[in-house]
């Protein structure tokens, strides 16, 4: 073959997720939730109609859309959902941030944001965070194309919180201010509340972290009539039906089930915050987390590759990432207290080898 059909193909660096490893490990590098779905999940699935199968889904989410929206106490018209937050942020990206003028995001965040930019065209400026990992208000009050902030952050763990948001909003009424809420459901504050006051923003959430539906794929995004608005447009633009029937029924099963949400929460933020408080106690540096993982630091990207490698080795598998301010660090996802046990032990054991 001599012809240059080659020259058009799509040559953008993806993202790179956490492995999924086909043995049995310990689990600890992608954040997911180590309890399994609510019953009502579980009875909803099991219920399925599947002869209803045949037939297209609702176009909007149906009731998972009204069950979200019961949930966070506001009309289903400011509520959207899709096939995981990924295509939701991905989307928003392209509906909100259509100006010539660079977005703005974090140098340590969720390293799908660059991604995006590059596969939809949108130029963005890194405005880097302090050394504690955290953003300075000042450097979002300049002129831009709009704002992305993960907060609670990833991979750092740490919480904004609503007064820094709210400073960044009066500060920024021209452009759309993105927050990738992703981890609020562990976090102390919640920038929901904050889209009645505010029509430039937009917040998006996941059924991957808090929910135990990581494999259903469902996200959502919550703002101002006119954004959710241009969201369905731009999703009748490229894929009118992306919530399918099974994820719709489980999805309002697990929106709905407010206790069962309430007690998984609840637990996995206590075995966080034990967790943090162990690593502290074996030298390493461990911010207070608002999310469901610990970004533990090691000292040296030495020490922390030789942490992930041994880790590994015992089959507990951490994310390490090697790039620049992070790459002497780990995210360690919070499982159940027993896995925890297992991976300090194993700390334990790498600090004894490291001594002698
Ligand atoms: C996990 C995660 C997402 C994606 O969630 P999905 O709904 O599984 O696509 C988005 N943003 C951040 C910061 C995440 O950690």
């Known amino acids: 073959m001599s012809g240059d059909w080659k020259k058009g193909l799509y040559e953008g660096e993806p993202y790179v997720s956490g492995e999924q490893p086909t043995r049995p490990v310990i689990k600890l590098n992608t954040n997911e939730n180590p309890y399994p779905p609510s019953p009502n999940v579980i009875r909803a699935i099991r219920d399925l109609d599947t002869d209803s199968l045949r037939l297209y889904p609702k176009q909007d989410g149906g009731n998972l859309r009204v069950a979200l929206a019961a949930h966070y106490g506001i009309s289903k018209e400011n509520v959207f959902v899709g096939n995981g937050s990924d295509e939701v942020l991905a989307l928003a990206f392209r509906t909100c941030f259509g100006t010539d003028a660079p977005i703005l995001f974090a140098d340590v965040t969720y390293s799908f944001y660059p991604v995006w930019c590059a596969f939809l065209g949108i130029s963005y400026e890194i405005v880097p965070l302090n050394e504690n990992f955290f953003p300075a ?3 979002y009050k300049r002129p831009n194309g709009g704002i992305v902030l993960c907060d609670p952050n990833a991979p750092t ?9 709210r400073e960044i909003l009066e500060a920024n009424q021209d452009s759309i201010v993105l927050v990738d809420a992703a981890y609020a459901d562990f976090a102390e504050e919640d920038a929901v509340p904050l889209t009645a006051k505010y029509a430039n923003l937009l917040v998006t959430g996941t059924f991957s972290k808090s929910r135990s539906l990581a494999g259903l794929r469902i996200g ?14 731009a999703k009748d633009s490229f894929n009118s039906y992306p919530v399918g029937r099974a994820a719709i029924v489980a999805g309002e099963a697990a929106a709905s089930d407010e206790e069962y949400f309430r007690m998984t929460t609840e637990r996995i933020k206590r075995t966080r915050d034990e967790t943090g408080e162990r690593l502290r106690a074996l030298g390493f540096d461990a911010p207070k987390s608002q999310t469901n993982f610990i970004f533990a630091g090691c000292g040296t990207p030495q020490r922390a590759r030789a942490l992930f490698e041994y880790l590994r080795s015992q089959d507990i598998y951490v994310r390490y990432f090697d790039m620049p301010r992070v790459n002497d660090r780990l995210r360690i996802s919070i499982g159940r207290p027993e896995e925890m046990d297992a991976l300090i032990s194993e700390v334990e054991v790498f600090l004894e080898n490291e001594r002698s």
């Open 157 to 165: 763990s740490i919480g904004m919180g609503n007064d820094f948001l």
């Open 137 to 139: 208000a000042e450097d």
């Open 220 to 233: 959502f995004a919550i703002g101002s009539l006119e954004i959710i608005h241009a969201l369905m447009a």
